[in-house]
């Protein structure tokens, strides 16, 4: 298989080092690098058979890209950064068709309600979240409630806030680690 003839390994660390450390320069190109993530998990949907939906596409999007930046201070240098992203596509969206294979399409008229307790864990992770998108603030905080809370796509949420596209998706990325940082600095709080 021939190697990115451009793959300079030191050059990448030193791109996500940026990015860990919040140099805007390192955030603003490692953004576009995670624009690729729609494009890697279309391309795998049309190699499967188009088995998720925009929407499904969409949410998965949005997994992918907490888990890509969770997974970033793991990063070696092994392989261009591009690569790396897309196996942790590929793993998530694998993921994402063995879960959707395990649900089941539709609840038998008998089927016992289910139990509150995932209900009560999600609302407190989700006034966890909004807590954490309050210490965030300003129009990241925007962008990604408006993203996530309110199922608007980039263009749409361009347009609502009257920035070019290319910014909503650099506040968008930026606002995801400022967003991380904010959720582990609460989460050393607790404990």
């Not at 049309?46 to 930046?69: H, K, M, S, W, Y």
């Not at 694998?94 to 089941?104: D, L, S």
């Not at 864990?121 to 603030?137: I, K, M, P, T, Y």
Request: charged share 35%.
């Amino acid at each position: 298989m021939p190697r990115d003839l451009d793959f300079d390994p030191a050059r990448e660390l030193a791109l996500v080092r940026g990015v860990i450390s919040r140099d805007e320069a390192a955030i603003e190109e490692f953004a576009e690098k995670l624009e690729k993530i729609q494009r890697n998990l279309a391309s795998l949907n049309a190699r499967f058979g188009r088995p998720l939906n925009a929407d499904d596409r969409a949410d998965l999007e949005q997994d992918t890209v907490i888990v890509v930046l969770k997974k970033l201070s793991t990063y070696e240098g092994r392989a261009p950064i591009d690569g790396w992203v897309y196996r942790i596509c590929r793993f998530e969206f694998m993921n994402r068709m063995r879960a959707k294979g395990r649900q089941p399409r539709e609840l038998p008229e008998d089927a016992e309600p289910a139990s509150t307790d995932g209900v009560m864990q999600e609302d407190a992770n989700s006034d966890r979240v909004r807590r954490a998108l309050a210490r965030v603030g300003g129009v990241e905080a925007e962008i990604i409630s408006l993203r996530h809370y309110g199922n608007l796509k980039f263009p749409e949420i361009s347009k609502h806030l009257e920035i070019p596209l290319g910014t909503v998706k650099t506040r968008y990325y930026r606002g995801l680690q400022r967003l991380k940082v904010a959720l582990e600095s609460e989460a050393s709080d607790d404990a």
